[in-house]
């Protein structure tokens, strides 16, 4: 079996909170017990971020763009209210791209 972290993008697929259009994005993440985490520096600035505030219903593709689209859910994580979580993905994320800093946003795949 592969490793679902082996990958350096996942395809993110918002919908315009202005357009009603999907948007995808090509953006790093990582793999934590069954679900899937991105890093936002300036969500206040991030359009994907936005978005999916607007509308959490999301789509990802790991990989690939022709990879097997997923349909989930995204929230933003409080990092004081999730503390535990927030380390575990920053530590994740900083092995995996040396980099962690900004809002983590989490995708619930939907079978």
């Known amino acids: 079996m592969q490793d679902i972290n082996q990958h350096p993008y996942?395809?993110?697929?918002?919908?315009?909170?202005?357009?009603?259009?999907?948007?995808e994005i090509e953006i790093w993440y990582v793999a934590h017990e069954g679900r899937f985490y991105m890093v936002s520096e300036h969500p206040e600035r991030s359009?994907?971020?936005r978005n999916l505030m607007a509308n959490s219903a999301v789509m990802i593709k790991v990989g690939?763009?022709?990879?097997?689209?997923?349909?989930?859910?995204?929230?933003?994580?409080?990092r004081a209210a999730e503390p535990e979580l927030a380390r575990a993905v920053a530590d994740k994320m900083n092995a995996k791209y040396h980099w962690s800093?900004?809002?983590?946003?989490?995708i619930h795949p939907h079978g």
């Not at 996942?10 to 948007?23: A, D, E, Q, S, V």
Request: hydrophobic share 35%; aromatic share 6%; glycine share 10%.
């Open 64 to 78: 690939t763009r022709t990879a097997d689209a997923l349909r989930g859910t995204a929230r933003l994580i409080d």
């Open 101 to 106: 800093s900004g809002q983590i946003v989490e």
């Open 47 to 49: 359009d994907w971020v």
């Open 10 to 23: 996942l395809y993110l697929t918002t919908i315009g909170r202005k357009t009603g259009n999907p948007h």
